[in-house]
């Protein structure tokens, strides 16, 4: 069984569907996450589940028991909030202690657990401070402590690394992965961001528009992906529309290929009997530092994007310009099919 | 013709004020400092000065002076004494009442009530500001005398209003002080990120609780804010007294009835109410909350 079922979930703002009709199974332990455009209903689950938002139809069961209705306080769920939501008036201490204060602890208890957990993500020197007094980053932790010191069954996470700088946020990305496997906690995360989602997610569930495109592990969602909207989401992706791959790839539905799958080599060479090859004219070659992207106009009147990795100094290996005319090389195997 | 000489060419005054922060200064404050320290401090000054003169008995003429009779006699004579606390716990009562009232319907309209309901409460707590101060005081008299409508729509269930009295008193001056603590503890409230809530319940923490730890302590500042405007006001008000009180009588009341019968005794009892609120605004600034007014 499931640690969360969620069963036909729905939930409009006047007119907009939000959520339309959503099931997913969450397992007890897993990090998943829920990946998807500003305004895909993505946040709007994770507030179902945290008992932010009722739903208009649909149920949600927490480890077997119906949840949907109760009130955020009586569920066994805590929750990060983008902005953090610490009480401004409060130390960072009485902040982290405020949800054991609600479940009447002890005093002197709650003081232990709430040190431990200040101790857990390396804040020890701030317990006195108000929470103005701390950085963006220092912020988020306690933020996290706060929800974990509650030791619940699933931690929900709203987009909680959105507001810090990129190498803060990388340095977070991997923290929380090791918090969440060394607590055994199941983390439901929500990001717009696909690097940060596959990065740290056991699973991704990637939202479009109120409903759910694709459910799968990072590299399931990235190789195969079910939808256009799944592959081009996640990374970038060359989509052939089923017409164009009928006629030239003799395929039956639409198809995609990654960019850093493409090779680029001079017309008229040899390739592999596995591979296939399309010649066109490289219309923008840039250079980005650690790739070249190119952007061919295709005999096939399609335009094509290839990455290609610089391990050479720039010039030394075979780099082409635009105007030049080259043949775009890949394996058929790189080919994924997109059934819908 | 450099840019710069254009631009000093073409704003004259601007950039003489630019280069001469002090002329800057003394313009921008000339006017509101004469009118602070001609008008206000002087004259509470010269009200201090009076309250050391005398009445002569028998031409019942002010005599200039120093001496500290009219004092003695605010802080010895029973009737001063007791209507020194009559006025305070009156100005009190009306601040708790403003407080009790504001804080539960401030919660309702920032968070409950529908933009549409929220907008009509708004309207209706600042509308009694547009009618006259003397016109909401007779419309309380009005309400509350013998034959009024509170003792009409009472009478079947045999209630009679109190009459003119003390309860009367402080319910009229609520009436006039409401919304200068309703707005900003409603404002306040509003201004509490939605988050805050969210994190409180899903913490365990009931909407009692959350009142309780979050939203209060919050506002504060704003609690002091409108209790400044509500036991100041009611400290000095006599006219709702005198329509509605019946025989009470408030430190105004006082201060009205000697004001040209003997001023050095008028001018030392308006000394009490200026040294509550004196006392009041330093117990708030020891909260820190004046800072954030």
């Known amino acids: ?340 | 013709m450099s840019t710069k000489s254009d631009f000093k060419d073409s704003r004259p005054i601007s950039s003489f004020f630019l280069r001469k922060p002090k002329v800057r200064l003394i313009s921008l404050l000339s006017l509101p400092m004469t009118w602070i320290v001609g008008v206000y401090i002087v004259s509470l000054f010269l009200l201090l000065i009076t309250a050391f003169w005398n009445v002569d008995p028998f031409t019942s003429r002010v005599s200039p002076g120093f001496n500290l009779e009219n004092f003695i006699m605010v802080f010895t004579v029973p009737a001063y004494i007791a209507t020194s606390i009559r006025t305070l716990f009156i100005a009190l009562s009306v601040t708790a009442i403003c407080v009790l009232l504001a804080v539960p319907l401030g919660i309702y309209m920032a968070k409950i009530a529908k933009p549409w309901l929220r907008n009509i409460l708004a309207v209706a707590i600042t509308l009694p500001l547009w009618a006259g101060y003397l016109v909401k005081i007779i419309a309380m008299r009005l309400v509350f005398t013998e034959e009024g409508f509170f003792n009409w729509l009472m009478a079947p269930l045999g209630i009679r209003g109190p009459g003119f009295s003390i309860p009367i008193v402080i319910l009229t001056l609520t009436y006039l002080w409401f919304p200068y603590m309703a707005l900003p503890v409603y404002t306040a409230i509003r201004q509490i990120p939605p988050n805050l809530f969210d994190a409180s319940s899903d913490m365990g923490a009931k909407g009692f609780t959350t009142v309780y730890r979050v939203v209060i302590p919050l506002i504060v500042p704003a609690i002091i804010a409108g209790s400044v405007f509500t036991f100041s006001l009611s400290l000095g008000d006599y006219l709702a007294a005198r329509f509605t009180g019946g025989a009470t009588q408030m430190i105004g009341s006082i201060i009205a009835a000697n004001i040209n019968l003997n001023p050095p005794v008028a001018a030392a009892y308006s000394m009490i109410p200026i040294a509550f609120v004196v006392i009041y605004l330093m117990v708030a600034r020891r909260t820190g909350s004046l800072e954030r007014m």
């Open chain 1, 1 to 340: 069984m499931a640690l969360i079922e969620i069963r036909h979930l729905a939930k409009s703002f006047g007119n907009v569907k939000a959520v339309d009709d959503i099931s997913l199974d969450i397992e007890s332990g897993e990090f998943i996450t829920l990946l998807g455009p500003s305004g895909s209903g993505k946040t709007t689950v994770l507030r179902m589940i945290a008992g932010f938002e009722d739903c208009d139809a649909g149920s949600i069961k927490l480890n077997g028991e119906d949840i949907t209705h109760l009130p955020p306080f009586d569920r066994d769920v805590n929750t990060v909030f983008q902005d953090y939501a610490l009480f401004p008036h409060m130390s960072v201490q009485e902040n982290v202690e405020y949800g054991l204060r609600t479940r009447k602890v002890p005093k002197a208890e709650r003081a232990k657990q709430a040190l431990e957990a200040i101790a857990s993500v390396k804040l020890e020197e701030t317990v006195n401070r108000l929470p103005h007094q701390l950085s963006g980053g220092q912020r988020q932790r306690i933020a996290l402590a706060r929800a974990l010191v509650l030791r619940p069954r699933v931690l929900l996470l709203d987009e909680p690394l959105g507001a810090l700088d990129r190498q803060l946020r990388e340095e977070m990305q991997v923290e929380l992965k090791k918090i969440q496997r060394d607590a055994g906690i199941t983390f439901v995360f929500v990001t717009h961001d696909q690097e940060e989602a596959m990065r740290m997610s056991d699973r991704i569930v990637v939202f479009n528009s109120g409903r759910i495109e694709q459910v799968g592990t990072p590299e399931q969602v990235y190789e195969e992906p079910r939808t256009n909207f799944v592959a081009g989401f996640l990374g970038t992706a060359n989509i052939f529309s089923v017409d164009v791959a009928r006629k030239f790839l003799g395929a039956t539905t639409t198809v995609s290929i990654r960019p850093e799958r493409i090779r680029l080599q001079a017309p008229g060479t040899k390739i592999d009997k596995s591979e296939t090859s399309i010649t066109g004219t490289v219309q923008e070659a840039a250079f980005v530092g650690a790739n070249t992207i190119y952007i061919l106009e295709t005999d096939f009147g399609v335009k094509l994007t290839v990455r290609k990795t610089n391990t050479e100094l720039l010039g030394q290996d075979n780099s082409f310009v635009a105007g030049d005319q080259v043949m775009a090389v890949w394996r058929n195997s790189h080919i994924a099919q997109i059934p819908v």
